[in-house]
């Protein structure tokens, strides 16, 4: 009876420690998800503060567009925290794609603007960090993959149900050509499931 009842607390042990061993793991792979969502809205935060500095620049210019289009960017701007959806980072990639092609009209309208070098510095500014929110968003993709990999496959996909963790979006960069402007907007990608 002993042996017996030692053998069967050996089981259930491993098999709470193998579960805990489950949620532990699950729980760094949705963190690595929550800390690159905080880093790409960090990222965004930046290019808003860039983007606003190549509107004070252009306000010299196109005074009352510049005026309403930040009035614009201050009330649509929000923060991306690491709860925050791919459809939050969509929007707030809307608003600045939306800004960059007003002020790429301004622009335009004006060749002293486009070869004032503060402008140019301020606008290389914009785009570095849309390079960095792009790798950001690799970043957030690859941890994305993983974690839903992981809950995905048997027996793990079982226990990462009854423990809250669920499938999470991807974010994809969408490349479209518009009126000979390169365009770029985020679309979420949903994994098919097998």
Same mark, same amino acid.
């Given at each position: 009876?002993? @042996?017996?009842?030692?053998?069967?607390? %050996?089981? %259930?042990? %491993?098999? %709470?420690?193998?579960?805990?061993?489950?949620?532990?793991?699950?729980?760094?792979?949705?963190?690595?998800?929550?800390?690159?969502?905080? &880093?790409?809205?960090? !990222?965004?935060?930046? =290019?808003?503060?860039?983007? #606003?500095?190549?509107?004070?620049? #252009?306000?010299?210019?196109?005074? *009352?567009?510049?005026?309403?289009?930040?009035?614009?960017?201050?009330?649509?701007?929000?923060?991306?925290?690491? +709860?925050? +959806? @791919?459809?939050?980072? !969509?929007? &707030?990639? =809307?608003?600045?794609?939306?800004? $960059?092609?007003?002020? /790429?009209?301004?622009?335009?309208?004006? @060749?002293? $603007?486009?070869?004032?070098? #503060?402008?140019?510095?301020? $606008?290389?500014?914009? +785009? #570095?960090?849309?390079?960095?929110?792009?790798?950001? =968003?690799?970043?957030?993709?690859?941890? /994305?993959?993983?974690?839903?990999?992981?809950?995905?496959?048997? @027996?793990?996909?079982?226990?990462?149900?009854?423990?809250?963790? =669920?499938?999470?979006?991807? $974010?994809?960069?969408?490349?479209?050509?518009?009126?000979?402007?390169? +365009?770029?907007?985020?679309?979420?990608?949903?994994? *098919?499931?097998?």
């Amino acid at each position: 009876m002993l @042996p017996t009842f030692i053998t069967i607390t %050996v089981i %259930v042990a %491993v098999f %709470v420690l193998w579960i805990i061993s489950i949620q532990r793991r699950l729980a760094v792979l949705e963190e690595n998800i929550k800390s690159a969502m905080s &880093q790409i809205g960090m !990222l965004l935060w930046s =290019r808003f503060d860039a983007l #606003t500095a190549l509107l004070d620049l #252009t306000k010299s210019y196109a005074g *009352h567009e510049c005026e309403t289009l930040i009035d614009t960017i201050k009330i649509s701007r929000k923060v991306i925290a690491s +709860k925050s +959806k @791919p459809d939050d980072v !969509l929007s &707030q990639e =809307r608003i600045i794609a939306e800004a $960059l092609s007003r002020i /790429v009209m301004v622009t335009e309208q004006y @060749p002293q $603007l486009k070869a004032n070098q #503060t402008y140019i510095k301020t $606008l290389d500014a914009v +785009k #570095t960090f849309e390079n960095m929110v792009r790798t950001s =968003r690799l970043i957030y993709n690859d941890s /994305v993959a993983k974690f839903n990999r992981e809950i995905r496959m048997f @027996p793990v996909s079982v226990f990462a149900t009854m423990m809250g963790f =669920r499938k999470r979006d991807y $974010l994809e960069e969408m490349v479209s050509e518009t009126s000979g402007a390169r +365009k770029t907007t985020l679309r979420i990608k949903e994994e *098919h499931t097998l």
